[in-house]
């Protein structure tokens, strides 16, 4: 089972890039700005998620309990919100190897933290030294995804 959630969380990294390209090209499609097609993007995942529930069974009086739920566990529809506006507007201008390498970056570090602290009610989970390491590559690899052919550029001149 754990190779399949691997798997799983591989597949959606692969997924990240052709989102925010899908989401670039509606939003060129509609000939409008960023939120447009972001809002579009979240109102059809909206109906995928509410089709998928109700083939799978989910019990929707479940979510009578929303008034009791915690203001910060609203934060979750916000985040996805930024995070698709946020790629669809960077895609363009900052190309996506460069985006995904910034996000994925952000991700493990941030990730490491909530790890590290069991925020939010998460598991704790220890920080090795060889976290940290995989951590620092990753931050590397994103300096070099996003400034590598300039130094390489400046080496070669100079």
């Known amino acids: 089972m754990l190779l399949l959630f691997l798997i ?3 597949a ?4 990240i890039p052709l989102q925010a390209a899908v989401n670039n090209a509606l939003r060129a499609s509609l000939h409008s700005g960023s939120l447009l097609a ?4 979240f109102a059809v995942g909206t109906l995928a998620l509410l089709t ?3 083939l799978t069974g989910q019990p929707f009086a479940a979510l ?3 008034p009791r739920v915690p203001w910060w566990q609203w934060l979750g529809g916000f985040l996805g919100a930024y995070f698709v506006f946020g790629s669809t507007l960077l895609a363009p201008r900052i190309g996506l190897a460069a985006m995904v390498a910034l996000i994925v970056a ?11 602290f ?3 009610g998460l598991p704790v989970r220890g920080l090795s030294w060889i ?3 995989g951590a620092a590559l990753i931050l590397v690899g994103a300096v070099l995804v996003n400034f590598g052919d300039r130094w390489l550029g400046a080496w070669q001149k100079g």
């Open 8 to 10: 799983m969380a591989f």
């Open 12 to 15: 959606i990294g692969l997924a």
């Open 38 to 41: 972001a809002l579009v993007s």
């Open 52 to 54: 998928v529930s109700a």
């Open 64 to 66: 009578g309990g929303l």
């Open 106 to 116: 952000g991700q493990a570090c941030s990730s490491l933290v909530f790890d590290r």
């Open 118 to 120: 069991g925020l939010l």
């Open 131 to 133: 976290r940290l390491v």
